[in-house]
Nanobody, 124 residues
Framework: QVQLVESGGGLVQPGGSLRLSCAAS????????MSWYRQEPGKERELVAR????????NYADSVKGRFTISRDNAKNTVYLQMNSLKPEDTAVYYC?????????????????WGQGTQVTVSS
């Protein structure tokens, strides 16, 4: 059974830091790209950061570049999001995502898994 369990959310003051963790099980973690998304009430879910499988190439939303860092530990089946210099506009539910695309005999198979989310609130 595939599971993604996020932790580390909470209430923090502007300028503070949090580290989110996402523990994965039930699939071959190292073969999946891992991402963090966030969603504010009434808004669409947006990609925050992504790290590929294998070479670990990262990319970030412009709004978090230079403040957030995504990393992964394949030995622990865990992906992290270090969030520094937090702003009130970073307040959202943060979701962990795992995705993989496989092509077998010219057929494409897409795999996509989501965690349940963790609330991050930045407020004084």
């Amino acid at each position: 059974q595939v599971q993604l369990v996020e932790s580390g959310g909470g209430l923090v003051q502007p300028g503070g830091s949090l580290r989110l963790s996402c523990a994965a099980s039930g699939f071959i973690f190292s073969s999946y790209a891992m991402s963090w998304y966030r969603q504010e009430p009434g808004k669409e879910r947006e990609l925050v950061a992504r790290i590929t499988s294998g070479d670990g190439i990262t990319n970030y939303a412009d709004s978090v570049k230079g403040r957030f860092t995504i990393s992964r530990d394949n030995a622990k089946n865990t992906v992290y999001l270090q969030m520094n210099s937090l702003k009130p506009e970073d307040t959202a539910v943060y979701y962990c995502n795992a995705d993989r695309t496989t092509i077998i005999l010219s057929r494409r198979y897409d795999y996509n898994h989501w965690g349940q989310g963790t609330q991050v609130t930045v407020s004084s």
